[in-house]
C-alpha cells in the first residue's frame, strides 16, 4: 500500500498515471473492441472513455456539443442526460478518433494543474459531494477514471488493476464507504457487527460495528460478528459501485455469507453507494 497523496501534484501524478494507462490500454483495441458493451448500460469501451473527455473538457471550460440524444432507456436522471450529449455525439466515432481526442483533452488538463499555484488549488470548484476546490475534485477524477479504466477492462478481458498508486486511493475510497452502507443504507440495530473478508490480491479485513444508531470501523473484527461477508476485491468494488447486479453476484458465488444470511443479503444489496 503506497502512501497518501501529500501535495496537489501527487494528485495530480495519480490523474496522469490513470489516464497513461488507458491511453496505452486503448491505443492497440480493435473497432469490433471499442464497440464491446460494458457493465453499465447503453454504454460500450468507445463510450467510457468519451465519458472522461466531456467531462475533463467541460473542467476546461470547453461547451458541450451541440447535440441532442434520443431518449435512451439507460439515461436516468439530469446528470445521466448531460453525460449523453457528449457520448452520443461521437458513437459514430471510430475508436481511433475518440482516443485522439482523450489524448487531447487529458494532455491539455494535465499540462493546467501542472501550472496550478496553491492559490488555482485552493480555488472554489463544484464536486459530486457539493461545493469544494480544485483539490477536492481532483480525488474525484481519479475515482471515476479508474473505475471506468475497469469498466474497459472488463469488458476487453483485461486484467483489471487493483494494486497500483491509483488504486490503492480507489479501495480506499471504497472502503471509507461501507460504514454508510451498513448504517445509513441497510440500518440494523445496535450491537450489529458486519466483516468483510477481502481476499485475492488486496487482502483485507473491514470490521464495522453499530452503536447508538451509526455505523462504525471497528479496531479489531470481533469473535463472533454478526455477518461476514467474504469476496474478492474486484467483487468488492463492483458492487460498491454498481457495476453487478447483487443477487447475480450472490448466486454465482462471488460473496460467501457467514452468520445472519438476511443482513448478509441485505447488505450486499445496499453496497451501492454510487446512485
Known amino acids: ?34 464497440k464491446t458493451p460494458t457493465d453499465l448500460p447503453g454504454w460500450s469501451v468507445q463510450d467510457n ?19 441532442t440524444p434520443p431518449d435512451y432507456d439507460h439515461v436516468k436522471n439530469e446528470v445521466g442526460q448531460r453525460n449523453e450529449v457528449w457520448i452520443d455525439s461521437r458513437r459514430s466515432w471510430p475508436g481511433s478518433k475518440v482516443l485522439d481526442e482523450f489524448r487531447e483533452v487529458t494532455g491539455t488538463r494535465l499540462a493546467q494543474l501542472r501550472g496550478f499555484t496553491a492559490a488555482d488549488f485552493d480555488a472554489e470548484s463544484w464536486t459530486p459531494a457539493g461545493p469544494g476546490t480544485v483539490r477536492d475534485l481532483l480525488p474525484f477524477r481519479i475515482f471515476d477514471s479508474w473505475a471506468h479504466e475497469q469498466d474497459i477492462r472488463r469488458a476487453v478481458d483485461q486484467p483489471c488493476d487493483l494494486n497500483s498508486p491509483v488504486a490503492d486511493l480507489a479501495f480506499e475510497r471504497v472502503l471509507s464507504a461501507l460504514p454508510y452502507v451498513v448504517g445509513k443504507k441497510v440500518g440494523p440495530p445496535d450491537g450489529t457487527t458486519v466483516v468483510f473478508a477481502v481476499a485475492g490480491s488486496r487482502p483485507t479485513t473491514i470490521a464495522i460495528g453499530v452503536e447508538g444508531g451509526r455505523a462504525k470501523p471497528l479496531s479489531l473484527p470481533p469473535e463472533t460478528p454478526t455477518v461476514t ?11 460498491g459501485l454498481g457495476r453487478w447486479d447483487p443477487s447475480a453476484s450472490l448466486d454465482a458465488g462471488q460473496v460467501t455469507i457467514t452468520g445472519d444470511d438476511e443482513l448478509g443479503r441485505a447488505v450486499v444489496g445496499q453496497m451501492n453507494f454510487m446512485f
Not at 49 to 67: C, W
Open 1 to 34: 500500500m503506497t502512501d497518501s497523496p501529500t501535495n496537489d501534484q501527487d494528485l495530480v501524478d495519480r490523474l496522469e498515471e490513470v489516464w497513461a494507462s488507458i491511453d496505452s490500454m486503448c491505443a492497440n483495441l480493435t473497432e469490433a473492441q471499442w
Open 49 to 67: 472513455v468519451v465519458h472522461i473527455s466531456g467531462i475533463e473538457s467541460s473542467i476546461l471550460g470547453r461547451p458541450a456539443p451541440q447535440h
Open 229 to 239: 461477508l467474504a469476496m474478492d476485491a474486484q467483487t468488492l468494488a463492483c458492487l
